[in-house]
């Protein structure tokens, strides 16, 4: 049953040091701010799932946060590399990385698993590629009805989904609407969830084609954290801002710049940062 709390409260409810988590969105509604809380509050030793890691996973990395990242593309989109995650997994800075790489399918099948509560999930794929000799996870199966050779992969059932939103009512259910990943199947797969949105409405408007309800059951905590998703858009909010991904690229080339960005723009000054980070970066843009 969802809880409307603070972002800070949220965080401190679900994550837990130790813990499998998923922060979903694909080009579109990323949860930064709650990436952001995660690093505030100093989690550590957690293994991230992400179809997509890009800016804030390269954060929570880059401020060891974590232990392990299973994934299926890793990058600045549209810029190149993420150098503080090519920094862990080549040098162990600030602590070795794990990964356990796989593709879209493969990580949207298994979110799919998961949500199911299925133990793994069976698909068509890896045909003529060299991802099983890196990844044991990654099984050949037979059909038992067809004799058609398969591919399993573990369900993704990871402790704690977190995700953003553009709207949920006070009863706690979450509209989400526009370019779509797995933020549905994230959220009923785990354990526990998060939900930032970018306002709470006395009731949600008529749902667009491509709009997607979760239900007040289906979610754990809501919190409002307007422009939680920048830099990254929110359809209906505000758009992607692409100057601030070609910036992360200079910035977190270096150890020193990104520890200096971090300690300036996201710790020490509670949940409130992500407000004064998204009005001083959209001021600098325009």
């Known amino acids: 049953m969802a809880q409307i709390s603070s972002l800070a409260e949220a965080i401190a409810a679900t994550v837990h040091d130790g ?3 998923a922060l979903e969105g694909f080009t579109h509604l990323i949860p930064h701010a709650a990436g952001h809380e995660i690093i505030r509050q100093g989690r550590k030793h957690l293994t991230l799932i992400r179809m997509t890691p890009d800016l804030v996973y ?7 946060c974590a232990d392990k990242l299973v994934f299926s593309w890793g990058g600045n989109p549209g810029v190149g590399s993420l150098h503080r995650f090519r920094d862990a997994v080549e040098n162990g800075w600030p602590n070795p ?3 356990e790489e ?5 990580m949207a099948n298994a979110y799919e698993a998961g949500a199911a509560g299925l133990p793994c999930a069976i698909f068509r794929g890896y045909i003529g590629v060299d ?3 890196v990844n044991p996870k990654i099984k050949k199966i037979t059909c038992p009805f067809t004799g058609e050779e398969l591919v399993a992969v573990p369900a993704h059932r990871p402790d704690v989904a977190v995700i953003h939103a553009q709207r949920a009512d006070r009863a706690g259910n979450v509209m989400i609407e526009g370019v779509l990943g ?8 785990a354990k526990r969830s998060v939900v930032t949105v970018e306002e709470i409405v006395d009731e949600l408007p008529q749902r667009s084609f491509n709009a997607v309800v979760l239900p007040h059951w289906t979610v754990g905590y809501i919190a409002e ?3 939680g998703a920048y830099p990254s858009y929110a359809q209906g909010y505000y758009p992607r801002t692409n100057s601030f991904y070609r910036q ?3 910035i977190s080339r270096n150890r020193d710049t990104f520890l200096a960005w971090m300690k300036e723009n996201v710790l020490g000054k509670g949940p409130e940062v992500f407000a004064e980070l998204v009005r001083k970066f959209r001021t600098a843009a325009e």
Request: cysteine-free.
């Open 58 to 64: 390269d954060q929570l990395i880059g401020m060891g």
């Open 19 to 21: 813990d499998t988590v």
């Open 97 to 99: 990385l794990a990964i």
């Open 248 to 250: 992360w690229d200079e």
């Open 182 to 189: 797995v933020q549905k199947e994230a959220v009923l797969a």
């Open 131 to 133: 991802l099983p000799r």
């Open 102 to 106: 796989h593709s879209h399918a493969a």
């Open 225 to 227: 954290v307007p422009g």
